[in-house]
């Protein structure tokens, strides 16, 4: 073999080389542009899945403590409610780990902190703090950062630099007050309001504390029993030393029926789709006049007593208004607004026949809010972010 021969031969092996190691290197790179891809995207996949539980864990808290501030303990002492809404909101953080570590809400202050009570109005934003009897809604931030919880450790991401990431989640719970009406039920059954109206001036005594306090209604056993518990009742019938005009029973729905239809909405503790259904689907409040005429019915029967006292202890909803024309059969009364209460004692026959209700809380799917003027009536909890 001549030298050009063995030059070109030698040559060729190295050419063959050097391509083999390209295509080594080549690979190798190619290689690592997959490994470092799979990387990142477990690493995404790992930040979506913990924000998930973020999200979880701060929609958890935010319901918890906004069904907490409308437990009936708010009509005794707010402050109390209000910190049994933030163990709640603590109690639920923690209890929802995420990444495998329970959260601690950092208490901030009264506008910026992990746990925020205000009010949001109808298709208005939250806006922090305010009087506690306005709060209405309850805003939780949970966090995985530098400085709250840790940041989330990462598994590969540590490769190109990056140990960590910070997440966080919000959200916000409400109930909606103001009620104005009710609208016919969408799952079937009643609405939370019985056919009585109180006078408003009746009303704002009450709950400023002007009567006795002989009654208490067990939470527990969801019984009434004798004994104070810090709510004082009203004897709404009769009325002794108050003029007419102040209590009276209400014809609410289709005409006909009489009695009957109305010791009917009592025993059912509210309206049905029927009732509602003849005003249109909704008997509410004027927005223009702020009021709705209601009329009268007749003086309150044995039988309606009665009716009265099968929903002891259930909380329902009555009228309440500021002027009456007529009387009996013939009454009108000018409704403002309407309050939640609980029938505590009914003695129907004898000397002493009579209803006794305090202030309750009703929770009512089917009421109206729409900013108007109630008292202790809401709409249920709902996330609203």
Same mark, same amino acid.
């Given at each position: ?9 030698? #040559? ?17 790179? *190619?290689?690592?542009?997959?490994? !470092? ?29 906004? $069904? ?30 995420? #990444? #495998? ?22 298709? *208005?934003?939250?806006? *922090? ?31 190109? +630099? ?8 919000? !959200?916000? !719970? !409400? ?11 969408? +799952? ?14 009746? $009303? ?10 002989? $009654? ?6 969801? /019984? ?32 006909? =029926?009489?009695? =009957? ?8 503790? #509210? ?9 249109? +689907? ?19 029967? /044995? ?5 009265? *006292? ?62 108007? /003027?109630? $008292? ?10």
């Amino acid at each position: 073999m001549t030298g050009l021969a063995r030059r070109l031969e030698a #040559g060729g092996a190295d050419t063959a080389s050097q391509r083999r190691g390209v295509i080594l290197v080549l690979t190798a790179a *190619a290689m690592i542009g997959v490994l !470092a891809f799979v990387a990142f995207t477990v690493d995404v996949g790992y930040i979506a899945v913990t924000k998930a539980e973020l999200q979880n864990s701060a929609d958890a808290a935010a319901l918890a403590a906004a $069904w907490e501030l409308l437990d009936e303990r708010r009509l005794e002492s707010l402050p109390v409610v209000f910190q049994q809404a933030r163990d709640a909101a603590i109690t639920y953080a923690a209890t929802n780990r995420v #990444g #495998g570590l329970s959260l601690l809400l950092s208490p901030g202050d009264e506008t910026d902190g992990d746990l925020v009570f205000g009010r949001q109005a109808p298709n *208005a934003p939250f806006t *922090a703090g305010g009087p506690l009897s306005q709060v209405n809604s309850v805003r939780v931030r949970v966090r995985r950062t530098e400085d709250q919880n840790g940041a989330l450790p990462l598994f590969f991401a540590p490769l190109i +630099g990056i140990n960590t990431a910070d997440i966080s989640a919000e !959200a916000i !719970a !409400a109930f909606r007050d103001g009620i104005v009406g009710y609208r016919t039920p969408r +799952g079937g059954g009643t609405v939370s309001l019985i056919p009585f109206t109180l006078h408003l001036s009746c $009303w704002e005594k009450l709950l400023q504390g002007d009567g006795p306090d002989v $009654w208490t209604y067990d939470k527990v056993t969801h /019984t009434v029993r004798p004994g104070a518990d810090g709510i004082p009742e009203m004897q709404i019938f009769p009325q002794d030393g108050l003029p007419p005009g102040n209590f009276g029973a209400l014809r609410l729905g289709p005409p006909s =029926g009489g009695n =009957g239809r109305l010791i009917q909405q009592l025993r059912a503790g #509210g309206l049905s789709a029927e009732d509602l259904d003849y005003y249109g +689907g909704e008997l509410r409040i004027d927005p223009e006049s702020g009021s709705i005429l209601l009329g009268g019915d007749t003086g309150l029967t /044995t039988g309606i007593l009665q009716a009265c *006292a099968s929903i002891i202890g259930r909380p329902v909803s009555i009228a309440i208004h500021t002027e009456t024309v007529g009387t009996g059969i013939n009454s009108v009364y000018t409704v403002v607004g309407f309050a939640g209460v609980r029938i505590m004692s009914v003695e129907p026959t004898g000397a002493s026949k009579h209803v006794i209700v305090q202030p309750a809380v009703v929770v009512d799917d089917d009421a109206i809010s729409d900013e108007g /003027t109630s $008292w202790t009536i809401y709409q249920p909890v709902k996330l609203t972010q």
